[in-house]
T-cell receptor
C-alpha cells in the first residue's frame, strides 16, 4: 500500500523567499506524480504532472522534480508571494486511472 | 472553471432528507471519482467509475449511493446521513493512458 509523507506539516516564510516542499512515497512503482494546491474549503488545483520517465517539470515560478529510486519528489517555489499561501499535496498513482493516495499536505503561509 | 463542475457548492440537509450531488466533466475523460475530505484528515477515496462502470467502492456506507449514467456525469445520492458525514465532497476525472487528474471545486455538505 502506497504511503505518502509530506514534511513539515506547516511552513511560514516571508514574501520573496525561495522554498522547497518535500514529498516522499513508499512504493516507487508509480505511473506519474502530480502536485496540487488546495485553498481552504476549495477543490484541488493541479500544478504540475511529472511522468514516471521524466525527472522534472516547470511551470512559471514552480519546478517539480522526481526521483523514483529514492521515493522522493520536491516542489520548488521561487520568489514566494502571499498568493502562494495554500495547502500543497502530492500524489503518486500506480496507474493511469488508479486510486490516488494523499498525505496530509503541507500548509504554506507566505507573509507580506 | 476547471473543466469539472460540481453542484451545489454548499448543501445543508437534515438527517432524514434525500439529496444528490452532481458532477459534470467537460474534458472527455473516461474515469470519474468521488472523494471525501473531512476536517484535518487526508482525502479519502469513496468511489471510482471507469468507462461508466463502478470499479471500486472503498467500503462506503450504503447511505451514499453513486450513479454514473454516462462518461460525463457522476452523481452521489445521499439519504439518512449522519452529522459525521459533514465534509467537503470532491469529484475528479482522468483519462486512461494519459494520467493526470482534474478536480472540481467541491460541495460543502453539512448534516444537521
Amino acid at each position: 500500500k502506497q504511503e505518502v509523507t509530506q514534511i513539515p506539516a506547516a511552513l511560514s516564510v516571508p514574501e520573496g523567499e525561495n522554498l522547497v516542499l518535500n514529498c516522499s512515497f513508499t512504493d516507487s512503482a508509480i505511473y506519474n506524480l502530480q502536485w496540487f494546491r488546495q485553498d481552504p474549503g476549495k477543490g484541488l488545483t493541479s500544478l504540475l504532472l511529472i511522468q514516471s520517465s521524466q525527472r522534472e517539470q516547470t511551470s512559471g515560478r514552480l519546478n517539480a522534480s522526481l526521483d523514483k529510486s529514492s521515493g522522493r519528489s520536491t516542489l520548488y517555489i521561487a520568489a514566494s508571494q502571499p498568493g502562494d499561501s495554500a495547502t500543497y499535496l502530492c500524489t503518486p498513482p500506480p496507474g493511469a486511472n488508479s486510486k490516488l493516495t494523499f498525505g496530509k499536505g503541507i500548509t504554506l503561509s507566505v507573509r507580506p | 472553471e476547471t473543466g469539472v463542475t460540481q453542484t451545489p457548492r454548499h448543501l445543508v440537509m437534515g438527517m432524514t432528507n434525500k439529496k444528490s450531488l452532481k458532477c459534470e466533466q467537460h474534458l472527455g475523460h473516461n474515469a470519474m471519482y468521488w472523494y471525501k475530505q473531512s476536517a484535518k484528515k487526508p482525502l479519502e477515496l469513496m468511489f471510482v467509475y471507469s468507462l461508466e462502470e463502478r470499479v471500486e467502492n472503498n467500503s462506503v456506507p450504503s447511505r451514499f449511493s453513486p450513479e454514473c449514467p454516462n462518461s460525463s456525469h457522476l452523481f452521489l445520492h445521499l439519504h439518512t446521513l449522519q452529522p459525521e458525514d459533514s465534509a467537503l465532497y470532491l469529484c475528479a476525472s482522468s483519462q486512461e493512458g494519459l494520467g493526470g487528474y482534474t478536480f472540481g471545486s467541491g460541495t460543502r455538505l453539512t448534516v444537521v
